[in-house]
């Protein structure tokens, strides 16, 4: 027998319908936001209670809704931005159809508070199966419409039972407001739960689209965005946005697409995108994508979805062709270099300088499997980077070796280099007997009993205990001070300051600079070093400084002496400083002539105690003759000479004992450090000269030499970036994992 058709019950047609627009909750704000942004709001709140099941209110700054409307509002298809079917054409709102009210009203109890800009009160009306229960009633209110949606599919329990935990639903509300607010800059957003005072998402109404991105999905995105852009007049499209460059990945790809405004999906962009990015991005990671389309809106076919997120357009294929090809142009021009976001931190190096660093035995060693990305591929004999960027050459001629040899302050030894230049040291000899005597004398000053002071004086090296004393006499790149006998310094002061490197001392860095692999110099600031796995940026300017500052305080009164070829006259330097930028002299300091002669006497007043215990001389007639050896090999650059001598008399602190030796030490430890501002470099393209790249001799050969068994690094280069951790070996692999 034959099915009777008939037709069916308008509530149940009008249910079936809502089933359709309004799917869950949060297709339900989706489209309350937009009759929001179609009423000119700048200013949407939506306050949710389990996950909009229990309750969901939207409240805006529009236009509001005139009383007269309020009968028919959540009637099926009325509407105030479609008359007849030609204007669908050109359609430039959000909705059209006239059923996002009534949908939600078949499925819900609806309560709506509106006003107007010229109307005198607020009007309140409650609608069930989208009708109106009873006139709207006056009451107190700001401009605009507040919609009221409690017990969402209390009539329809099987669509209740289906949807998921009240938090996925909310997280899906949040994730739609999200999006709107991205694309809407200049509109305020903002999504909470009821009875919570700070909302999930808030948007601020002057923040940028890259400002709303960053509240949304974090700094990690927002900072590594590039901006797109095109247009095409034949297709009638322009495209704007921001997609995530070749340094950021995720698991899942992020697609934030807007057709003529409007929050849509194409499955289609995503994988002509996607696919450009798989030539950049590691093996299952995705791009994160905000793009804005706008099409004639003649081309556009907005009806071909209940819930409008699916839209048709004309060209299709040939619209998403050109924004593929867009979109890898800016690719290609971003790839050509790779940002690294360092941890000043660094991970496995204990700030409290405690010695945690595992020493596992070779038997355990041996039981261990070592994987790939596990493995040390270097070691100190390999090759440098520098092998990979010019042509294997000779070290540059250096200075000629620091000889020790004689003196009578107390078994100093004294270096020489032969040249014409002034900067240039020579080396005055003087007659073993003097130091025979010199050293007698000074055995016979030290009684029996501080013997064991005598040798608690000398720099304990971090190096191991375990080494034969042979092997420290015989290693040549020692200080000048590392003589068979020195001077036992008893002032509280020194021994202040010894303290206080010891109690600052880092063990999970020195251990590191102790079994570094040097990798090779960036520039004169930066160096690159290898550490089991991890590839760490130093930076050569601080530590050079620091190691400078501590062999002073460690080999106090205990210097050779660089003696000047030529004498530095004193005044020629003062002027040369003050002459410079880096002075800071003003004319409200008066006249240079006098204030370089001021530096002169009293350097000279000071010349005695410099001597003594700096080994910096300085002669009656005011000229600078030798400067404290601190290195074998090494030699300060002398175009921070003027300007040392006009901070001696400026910056240290002359009035205090312990102040004023650790401010000498300061000021003359940034002297001797290597900095770029006083260092030649050579141009991209220009031959290497041998006497221009002498820094990175005296970098890898004398300094990193002396940071391996001289050095206690300060924990404060843990985290001031001194010491960066740019890439380690696992990490690597993950990224290439693909290849």
């Not at 704000?29 to 000119?40: G, H, R, S, T």
């Not at 805006?60 to 509407?79: H, L, P, S």
């Not at 050509?336 to 409290?352: A, E, H, I």
Request: net charge negative; hydrophobic share 35%; glycine share 6%.
């Amino acid at each position: 027998m034959a099915g009777v058709i008939r037709r069916l019950d308008e509530t149940v047609v009008n249910r079936i319908a809502a089933g359709e627009v309004i799917q869950r909750p949060a297709n339900a704000v989706k489209e309350l936001i937009e009759n929001c942004l179609d009423a000119k709001s700048t200013n949407i709140q939506v306050t949710v209670k389990d996950g909009g099941l229990k309750l969901l209110q939207i409240q805006d700054n529009g236009t509001g809704i005139r009383k007269e409307d309020m009968e028919i509002v959540c009637e099926r298809f009325t509407t105030s931005k479609l008359q007849t079917f030609e204007d669908l054409s050109a359609i430039a709102t959000y909705g059209f159809r006239g059923e996002a009210l009534a949908s939600v009203s078949h499925v819900a109890h609806v309560t709506i508070t509106t006003k107007t800009a010229d109307a005198k009160c607020a009007y309140r009306a409650s609608y069930s199966d989208g009708k109106l229960k009873g006139p709207p009633k006056p009451c107190a209110g700001n401009q605009g419409t507040q919609i009221l949606v409690e017990d969402l599919f209390y009539n329809v329990s099987t669509r209740r039972k289906a949807l998921k935990s009240p938090s996925d639903e909310y997280s899906r509300i949040v994730e739609v407001v999200s999006r709107y607010a991205i694309h809407n800059s200049g509109k305020s957003f903002s999504v909470k739960k009821q009875g919570e005072t700070v909302a999930d998402v808030r948007t601020l109404p002057n923040a940028s689209v890259v400002d709303n991105i960053r509240g949304v999905f974090g700094n990690a995105v927002s900072r590594e965005l590039i901006e797109v852009g095109c247009e095409d007049q034949k297709l009638a499209y322009k495209m704007k946005g921001y997609i995530s460059n070749a340094n950021y990945s995720v698991k899942k790809c992020i697609l934030i697409l807007f057709i003529n405004h409007r929050l849509v999906e194409s499955s289609a962009l995503k994988k002509a995108i996607e696919t450009v990015y798989a030539a950049y991005l590691p093996k299952n990671t995705h791009p994160f994508l905000y793009l804005s389309l706008e099409i004639a809106p003649q081309n556009v076919d907005v009806n071909v979805h209940p819930t409008k997120h699916e839209v048709h357009f004309l060209h299709e294929d040939s619209v998403i062709e050109s924004v593929q090809k867009h979109i890898e142009s800016k690719l290609l021009g971003s790839n050509s270099s790779r940002t690294y976001f360092t941890q000043t931190l660094l991970p496995g190096l204990s700030v409290s300088g405690g010695s945690d660093v595992k020493s596992s035995s070779a038997a355990a060693e041996s039981s261990e499997r070592v994987y790939a990305h596990q493995m040390v591929r270097t070691d100190c004999r390999a090759q440098k980077l520098d092998a990979f960027l010019q042509p294997k050459e000779k070290p540059p001629p250096d200075p000629k070796p620091a000889v020790p040899s004689s003196s009578s302050g107390g078994g100093r030894g004294e270096a020489a280099t032969k040249t014409s230049q002034p900067d240039s040291l020579e080396m005055d000899e003087t007659d073993d007997a003097d130091l025979l005597e010199a050293l007698a004398e000074q055995e016979a000053e030290v009684p029996k009993g501080d013997e064991d002071d005598a040798n608690g004086a000398q720099r304990k090296r971090p190096r191991k205990e375990q080494q034969q004393q042979q092997e420290e006499e015989e290693d040549e790149d020692l200080t000048a001070a590392a003589t068979p006998k020195r001077r036992v310094i008893k002032l509280n002061s020194i021994k202040e300051l010894r303290a206080e490197i010891t109690e600052n001392s880092h063990k999970g860095l020195q251990e590191m600079l102790q079994n570094h692999s040097f990798v090779g110099c960036v520039n004169p600031q930066w160096t690159l070093i290898q550490h089991h796995t991890k590839l760490y940026l130093l930076n050569t300017t601080n530590l050079s400084q620091e190691l400078f500052y501590q062999i002073l305080t460690y080999d106090f009164g205990n210097f050779g002496v660089l003696r000047l070829s030529t004498p530095a006259p004193l005044y020629d330097l003062a002027m040369l400083a003050l002459d410079s930028e880096g002075s800071g002299w003003t004319e409200e300091d008066g006249p240079k002539e006098g204030l370089a002669q001021y530096i002169v006497d009293f350097l000279k007043k000071k010349a005695e105690m410099l001597e003594d215990y700096f080994s910096m001389e300085i002669d009656q007639e005011g000229n600078l003759t030798g400067l404290p050896l601190l290195l074998d090999k090494y030699t300060p650059i002398m175009e921070g000479l003027p300007l040392f001598i006009l901070r001696l008399a400026t910056e240290v602190n002359w009035d205090d004992e312990k102040e004023c030796f650790r401010s000498f030490s300061k000021e003359c430890s940034m002297f001797y450090s290597i900095r770029k501002q006083f260092i030649l470099e050579a141009e991209p393209g220009e031959e290497q000269d041998a006497e221009v790249n002498s820094w990175r001799w005296k970098v890898e050969h004398i300094l990193f030499k002396a940071f391996r068994t001289l050095f206690s690094p300060p924990k404060n280069f843990s985290e001031d970036g001194s010491v960066l951790q740019i890439a380690n070996l696992p990490d690597l692999y993950k990224v290439f994992e693909r290849c």
